[in-house]
């Protein structure tokens, strides 16, 4: 990176990070989800995710420590295997993805899952947001942590995926 993009790169980069740590700290509901995608304005796609992973780690250390013993243990018996299966998907169609299409699955992500935030904004008032929680799906929900898994690795978008499974849950 030449030192004259440096100042434009971080015009990016700093509130692309500010987007990622807002969201994992558990405000801006999904919003996380666009931070690869911002950063993505500045630098191609893969890289754009590969600068984030050790952010996203550091934080992902802090929410472990915060969130010990608060594990519900019957869903992450289900939700690992599955997200791990994502994971397994995405490393073996990694070389086949490149950077261009890196750019249109976060693109598609990101685009998906805002539209997703906007309709549960229109209808949180309805009777959608008072349903009861419902149990987790061992099969639907399994296949949301595929998802999960995939999205994740391939974009650091695990998180929305992830609150289809929980969300409806209603957990603590």
Not at 71 to 80: A, E, M, V
Not at 95 to 112: H, S
Request: charged share 10%.
């Amino acid at each position: 990176m030449a030192v004259l993009e440096i100042p434009n790169f971080l015009l990016v980069a700093i509130p692309a990070i500010l987007i990622a740590g807002i969201s994992k700290g558990g405000f801006g509901g999904g919003l996380g989800v666009l931070a690869v995608p911002v950063l993505a304005l500045a630098v191609p796609a893969p890289q754009a995710a590969a600068l984030m992973l050790p952010i996203l780690c550091i934080m992902d250390v802090f929410g472990l420590w915060v969130y010990r013993g608060h594990w519900h243990k019957r869903i992450l018996k289900h939700l690992l295997p599955a997200a791990f299966a994502g994971i397994c998907i995405g490393s073996l169609s990694f070389k086949y993805l490149n950077g261009p299409l890196v750019g249109l699955l976060v693109g598609v992500i990101a685009f998906g899952f805002t539209v997703d935030w906007m309709r549960r904004q229109w209808v949180k008032n309805t009777e959608l947001a008072a349903k009861p929680a419902r149990p987790f799906r061992t099969v639907r929900d399994s296949l949301w942590g595929i998802v999960a898994g995939f999205t994740s690795f391939v974009a650091h978008a695990g998180g929305p995926p992830m609150n289809m499974v929980l969300l409806p849950q209603k957990l603590d």
